[in-house]
């Protein structure tokens, strides 16, 4: 189970945690019906973000596809739309964007303005060479995609779903394991011997530090590679070494946990409460650069984070360790803070 099921984890979760808005359902009222309107309305659909859900003659059989959810946004092209486009060099269009869902009605918008706008600077870029005399200096932008060339949301969200996982397995796992000892009494048996505390939670903790990287290597070299196709530009080395510290972390913070419950069910509740918090405030959904003030202290004292931005930063842009030297430092110290709690939080008595 600790093995299989992250597999499948990373397998789904990745299709499911994608906010790439696309076939976005586009209803077109045209009332112009020239070649202008015409390429406009070829230009949406041949994007790829935009399926035609209906060409209407008025704006109220365009209302009526948006009331039963079958259009996301109306487009209205007025009557003399190419010839005010000829003859004034300006003209306005309608949108109309269905804002039930947030997200969809805000990304949907932009890319049907940007594409207007696109099209718009074509038709100009035409007038400009047609024109023999009086010719206006043209500026062309190249724009160049770095790190993520083909813009694929996978190669970002990947990446973040996999320390997520091992996150789970470390924090969950390593959380129920002093626990388990308490609800079954061996724990007496434990305490009696002559083993020291440090002794004891290195027992708890390492055989799970082998999971995690087993689950690590599993997601990395099996799924990521073959199913998704990425392929880590930076050092493995690098990235396992930040890796074993991380689990160090996340385990120690596990173990923590489980030498203050006494049941199995508090300590899946407490470790569910903060893992919930990791995740959510680690910058793998929103940026934290988009966050309060208050909760980007919360994101800078997630360890999760730090994890998740070394992954990004070795994987895809191949950063090394003068990118990473203070990532380093920062799991170092929270890795110091969990065990060290825990290993004083242990009451062993002789």
Known sequence: MLL??????????PLAANYEVKNINIAVVDHDHSPYSQKLISKLTASGYFQLAGYNHSFKQADELIETDLADLILEIPKGFERNLIRENTEKLFIAVNAINGTKAGVGGAYLSRIINDYYGEIRMQWLLQ???NAQPLIEITASNWFNPNMNYNFFMVPGILAILVTMIGGYMSALNIVKEK???TIEQINVTPIRKFHFILGKLIPFWI???AVF??????????VYQIVPVGSLLLLYAFLGLYLLAILGFGLLVSTYCETQQQAMSVAFFFVMIFMLMSGLFTPIESMPEWAKVIAYLNPVTYFIEVMRMVILKGSGFQDLQYHFLKMAGFTAVFNGWAILNYRKTN
Request: hydrophobic share 60%; aromatic share 10%.
């Open 211 to 213: 999971i995690g990287v």
């Open 183 to 185: 609800e079954i009494g």
């Open 4 to 13: 299989v099921l992250p597999i499948i984890q990373l397998l789904v979760l």
């Open 131 to 133: 024109e023999r005399y």
């Open 217 to 226: 290597t599993l997601g990395l070299f099996v799924i990521a590679r073959f």
